[in-house]
């Protein structure tokens, strides 16, 4: 067995991910100041772009493999790198015997 087939991933499963809040439902845990109001959830049009991404699964390293790294979104390949670069540190503990 390789080092490879020895790393696990972490995902996300479908079933942990979450409904959006209706607008104007208080946020628990964030109520912690004193004499204010609580705060209250809002329109998903006046939340930035990247929070409708959230809730989106990441591609896999193995989908992101498939994908011509030329014709990627530049997201892609910074995900690619990033996971690829992972596995290579995992890789090089193992050999190490630091992990």
Known sequence: MNA???L???????SSR???MKPGTPIAGLD???NQDPVVSKERTEYPDWVNKLDKP???LAKLRK???WSAEEEE????????????????NL???LS
């Open 18 to 20: 979450r409904q959006a």
């Open 58 to 60: 990441a591609k896999t």
């Open 32 to 34: 912690f100041l004193k």
């Open 4 to 6: 490879v087939t020895r």
């Open 8 to 14: 696990s991933i972490r995902t996300v499963s479908s």
């Open 67 to 69: 994908i011509d790294m």
């Open 77 to 92: 390949q910074k995900r690619f790198l990033k996971l690829s670069r992972r596995i290579k540190i995992k890789e090089n």
């Open 95 to 97: 050999d190490a015997g």
